[in-house]
């Protein structure tokens, strides 16, 4: 068991994916009063561009927000770095060469949490929004376990698209989760044998109860272990790799 | 309508009524995507001592680390500074005293709202931990408007402070909500006309929904209008007062 360290957080990207993390660790952390818990910094600026616009090449590059934010939050005194979108990936590269401090991976880390639960599966259904899917996020990193991706693909990817927007909206309704859930079990139908939520607004309409027998990894959840362990000083703040 | 402002919040005061306040604040934000959204930059320091024995008298004072995070916060570019926990509200001069940027009080947002949800109360119930009440924030605050305050008194008190403490430990089942209740009600059997959530902790496990006809006010409620108003620069950041 090492030092506990200082977790700093990229959110708002979006907002209710942040605040589902920012959830769920608090719920993770082993704490029976305030002292218990772990030392959490975070910072959201709505200014970021659009990461799927950006990775399209039709919108400005949200590099100067991230890295803003990454460098902000080391100054406040952040020891390890989380950023709470699978797509702000993208651009990890950046903010790995503008500040010191580690940034954790959520593909690495979801990635390594999808292997832990099916070790056997050759092939998973990743739910990633366009621009994780441009810039080969998840197909990169599953590529080194010799696993293969199967993403959504032209009109399914473009509902796909369409229901991430309606959740940034403010809109899980019953119609959103039954169209991400349809989606999900299509990913099933083209050989998936494990369905990864490879987008963070994901997990706030679908979970494993909608998916039967058919494993479930969320992102979200992976990067709160993550950050659990890490803010705990039960690992060192390296990537999961 | 003014200029956007960045919210700071001072957190972990515990951390799921952080939480709590943030998931409402989000949800309570005008916005259609993520970048209607407002700049939040929270932190959440686990160090902060326990602020009912601080103001006790029988442990060390969380000043420094309430001063440390208001300080990290404005220099990380916050421009109005928010404090989820009512009790902490006894340190705010020592906050105003160090940092620039202002600190919206809890106490007095919550005061106005009291008044503009039941003008005519004259008595109010107020649902305060031990040392909000020690330090005598509520009873100041509704005196200047020439209403009277009950809170939790002797054994009621003690009963009270566990409930508290089951929640910060996580416990939030129906036994401490049946027994929040009934803390509640008994403020209205000594003559309260309204119930005031005077602790951050007492909206996770009450609601008004549970307090029939009394108005039921909550002061995590009251600080997310006053963050969105001022964020959006829908209202300059002062004081409600």
Known sequence: MGERRVIGVLGGL????????????????????????????????????NRNEAVAGVGPSPEPQLVGMATRL???????LFMVCNTAHAYAPAIRAAVAV??????????????????????????AAAGAQDARLYQTEFARYDVSVVEPQGELRERFMALLYRIKAGDPTQDVRSGMRAIALELVRLGAEAVVAGCTEVPLVLAQA??????????TDALVSAAVAIGTGARPPLNAR
Do not use: C, W
Not at 210 to 219: K, L, N, Q, T, Y
């Open 14 to 49: 979006g907002p209710a994916a942040t605040v589902d993390f920012y959830a769920k660790l608090v719920a993770a952390t082993p704490a029976r009063r305030d002292q218990d818990h772990i030392h959490v910094i975070i910072d959201a600026d709505p200014s970021t561009p």
């Open 74 to 80: 080391a100054a406040a005194g952040a020891e390890a």
């Open 102 to 127: 580690p940034l954790v991976s959520i593909v690495e880390e979801t990635a390594a949490a999808t292997l832990a639960a099916t070790p056997n599966a050759r092939r998973v259904g990743v739910l």
């Open 210 to 219: 909608d998916m039967g027998p058919v494993p479930f990894i969320s992102s």
